[in-house]
């Protein structure tokens, strides 16, 4: 079982990801951290260098082969949705948990975090607001969960993650059924 997280970037995707991977006991994939290996080069150079669609279509391959792979907890980059494609794959082949932020609360979390070059606009809540604007509808199509992050605890978004799982029969993993044991003689 692959369980996918979807959201805005400083959604908490990568950080409730590892926390679920590790109460689920599967590893933790952050995809664009693959892609940033594949690539030999941070995704914002790439992005610069080659533009914005051929990222997508190499976004999109590494989407395909890490839908397709080992059970794991897949954080994926707040972009992967744009495509119809990746919305698809994610659905189909995955359980897909929408981690729902709205752009203030995400703006709150990242604001001082220089490392993002989505903050680096003269405008970054209103490039927030943008993005969840044209992102949500797809995120919630991808979705078969949606968590509101808000300000809950990252203990307390696992737990919620992990009842919505349970609840809709995914988590734990069904087991095969167990042969009875052979009654014992005296």
Not at 137 to 160: C, K, Q, W
Request: glycine share 6%; charged share 25%.
């Amino acid at each position: 079982m692959v369980i996918a997280l979807v959201g805005l970037p400083g959604a908490g995707k990568s950080t409730i990801g590892r926390q679920l991977a590790r109460r689920l006991q599967l590893p933790f994939i952050d995809s664009d951290h693959v892609i940033e290996e594949r690539l030999g080069c941070s995704i914002r150079e790439f992005f610069e260098r080659e533009g914005e669609e051929r990222f997508r279509d190499f976004e999109q391959q590494i989407t395909d082969e890490l839908t397709r792979g080992q059970p794991c907890v897949l954080s994926t980059g707040g972009g992967t949705v744009l495509r119809p494609v990746n919305r698809q794959m994610l659905h189909d082949r995955t359980q897909v948990v929408y981690l729902r932020s709205t752009p203030e609360e995400v703006y709150r979390r990242v604001q001082h975090d220089r490392s993002r070059p989505l903050l680096l606009v003269a405008d970054p809540l209103q490039r927030l607001r943008d993005l969840y604007a044209q992102r949500d509808p797809l995120y919630r199509e991808a979705a078969h969960f949606t968590i509101d992050v808000g300000r809950p605890s990252v203990n307390t978004l696992t737990n919620m993650i992990l009842m919505q799982l349970e609840l809709a029969g995914v988590w734990p993993v069904p087991s095969a059924p167990v042969a009875p044991s052979p009654k014992l003689v005296a």
